[in-house]
């Protein structure tokens, strides 16, 4: 049988029952599809032997691991516990547990990471500072180490990718987080219904007859169970008050994104409202994310049209990692119920709608139409219409055919809101038939003409379309305008001013007609 060990609530890391499965004796690098063995020829230097598909092996570089530092008379040996070997964020490490630091400032003992590139030599990269001595025991969990202390039952974790203390050679790394313990596992009892009804057996954590086995496998030797480390995210969240180190955390995770945004949506709450900087740094991570992932996926793009799999190796499509929260996420799970809340004053409401726009356009990501929608909603509900007559004026809110037609719906509410909608169209150049079907509804038949003739449209359009609009006008003036207007462009094009049958415009001609007489009718020139 087999469990799994993690911490909740005040805990992060958790254990989950899973079946028994061969465990490899020599670890396996998938990056490299390498099996490597060590082995100890003198005491700090370790042997390297590559295992080669066809079953050959060879011989790798030694290299040499910096023992602790000891009196002449003491001998100095490696143990087998203390060195472990990991592929982190898809590089191979070998993980040495020194017990007693190299300083003489300092008693704790550390884990040394040895980076084992695919060509070169193996090369000290980081050192995990555990401040405290006794017996420890190594996992790698989401590309975390995990470090468990029999003294006192607690585990840290620590994530290389991390900013940590660089001394020109080695980065030192610390705990993310306080000292936790593995949240504690009943055992079911398993057996008859009778016998089932008796009450679990608590799994006895941190016990001397643990086994653990790379990456995240403990074995309890004494209770007969394998367990499976996992790492809970959500309790981190209060663990860890900086916000923006927190969201450097979560975002290396595989499982991040519905934490991510529930961290975005507290972050916005009354009770644990953060300041602007606070909202703009975390902006700024989620969105470098986002970005990486947009120029991933164009390059792909591009490879694709250029034909280069064909002649080139086999292109691989970007994974979508939940890393990447897009700006859908964030309308629909955080913004949009955000500007709802009344209690929120409303300038900070607008501040935090700014700032994500802001955030997009500094890593150059074309902001969707919603989220201006989102913005000019959110004014227009507080009567601030100030500002957004400022944002449409000086561009802070990208000119688009959706933001014009929603600036349309608000002239109810603020009549210069048509013609912001107008000057917005003009702008965008490729709106020309929204353009005259606003002018048209407005009755502005005559500034719809005017603008359909500059832009050199004049002789496409639907006569029935604006005769109909005239006609809606009831100035028969107009009509009588209108409708000349058309009878001439017959004449030049066609050589004859009626109206062709397709055109549909019998009615208009019989109105004409009512109104003005049949003498009124523009005659066929001739030559």
């Not at 030694?62 to 023992?67: A, N, V």
């Not at 860890?240 to 934490?259: A, N, W």
């Not at 604006?466 to 003036?477: C, G, V, Y």
């Amino acid at each position: 049988m087999c469990c799994s060990p993690s911490i909740s609530g005040g805990t992060f890391l958790q254990q989950e029952p899973c079946h028994f499965r061969p465990l490899e004796g020599t670890p396996y690098h998938p990056i490299t599809a390498k099996n490597e063995s060590f082995w100890g020829q003198a005491p700090g230097t370790l042997e390297r032997m590559e295992r080669h598909s066809a079953g050959t092996m060879s011989k790798l570089p030694k290299f040499e691991i910096e023992l602790p530092a000891a009196p002449k008379s003491t001998k100095l040996s490696l143990s087998e516990r203390d060195i472990a070997m990991a592929t982190i964020y898809g590089q191979l490490y070998v993980l040495f547990l020194r017990h007693h630091s190299r300083t003489s400032n300092s008693t704790g003992a550390e884990v040394v990471l040895y980076h084992l590139p695919r060509e070169g030599a193996c090369k000290k990269m980081h050192i995990l500072k555990l401040n405290r001595t006794g017996k420890f025991a190594l996992n790698v969990v989401d590309n975390l180490v995990v470090v468990h202390h029999q003294d006192t039952e607690t585990s840290v974790i620590f994530d290389i990718k991390l900013r940590g203390e660089f001394d020109g050679t080695v980065t030192l790394h610390h705990p993310v987080l306080p000292a936790r313990s593995i949240q504690p596992y009943q055992i079911p009892v398993a057996g008859p219904a009778p016998v089932t009804s008796q009450s679990p057996i608590p799994c006895k954590l941190y016990s001397s007859s643990w086994i653990v086995f790379q990456p995240d496998i403990i074995i309890s030797a004494s209770q007969g169970y394998l367990w499976n480390l996992q790492v809970k995210l959500q309790p981190i969240v209060n663990l860890l008050p900086d916000k923006g180190r927190l969201m450097d955390f979560l975002l290396q995770r595989r499982e991040c994104k519905t934490v991510v945004l529930s961290v975005c949506s507290q972050m916005l709450t009354e009770s644990d409202r953060a300041t602007l900087p606070v909202i703009a740094t975390v902006f700024d991570k989620l969105n470098q994310e986002y970005k990486k992932y947009l120029d991933a996926e164009q390059s792909y793009t591009l490879a694709l049209e250029a034909g280069q799999s064909r002649s080139g190796p086999l292109l691989r499509r970007p994974a979508r990692t939940q890393a990447v929260v897009d700006q859908s996420d964030m309308y629909t799970h955080v913004l949009s119920a955000f500007t709802e809340k009344k209690e929120m004053p409303q300038k900070f409401v607008v501040a935090v709608l700014m700032e994500y726009i802001r955030s997009l356009n500094q890593f150059q990501i074309t902001v969707q139409h919603y989220l201006h929608e989102l913005v000019i909603k959110t004014l227009v509900q507080h009567n601030l219409f100030y500002t957004l007559h400022q944002f449409l004026q000086y561009h802070v809110l990208s000119d688009s055919k959706p933001l014009a037609c929603l600036l349309l719906s608000l002239e109810s509410f603020y009549p210069p809101a048509h013609q912001l909608s107008l000057d917005m169209l003009k702008r965008l150049s490729t709106a020309n038939d929204e353009i005259v079907e606003v002018l048209l509804s407005k009755h502005q038949v005559l500034a719809a003409l005017r603008f359909i003739r500059g832009i050199g449209g004049h002789d496409n359009i639907s006569a029935r379309k604006f005769l109909d609009a005239a006609k809606q006008t009831e100035d028969r003036m107009l009509f009588y305008t209108i409708f000349r207007f058309f009878e001439q462009r017959n004449q030049r094009l066609r050589g004859n001013p009626s109206f062709t049958p397709g055109e549909h415009c019998e009615e208009h001609v019989a109105f004409f007609k009512q109104v003005f007489g049949d003498q009124a009718l523009m005659r066929p020139t001739t030559f």
